[in-house]
């Protein structure tokens, strides 16, 4: 049986943009500069989480 693995962002994490973007520089550094699938799926489970976690900006000029 397969599993899908989610692209939505869980809400249970509350992590802040800084530690999401800390998790990703680690995740490359770990790489080494290139990523495996696996590696690829997590980096897009990060990006997602770090959008959320964001600071929106107040004005879109």
């Known amino acids: 049986m397969l599993h899908n693995m989610s692209t939505t ?32 799926e997590e980096y897009q489970r990060l990006v997602l989480e770090w959008a959320a976690a964001a600071p929106q900006s107040a004005s879109a000029a």
Do not use: Y
């Not at 509350?14 to 990523?35: C, F, H, P, Y």
């Open 9 to 40: 962002v869980e809400s249970s994490s509350q992590r802040t943009a800084d530690e999401v973007n800390e998790e990703i520089r680690a995740l490359w550094r770990r790489s080494g500069g290139t990523l495996s699938v696996e590696q690829r």
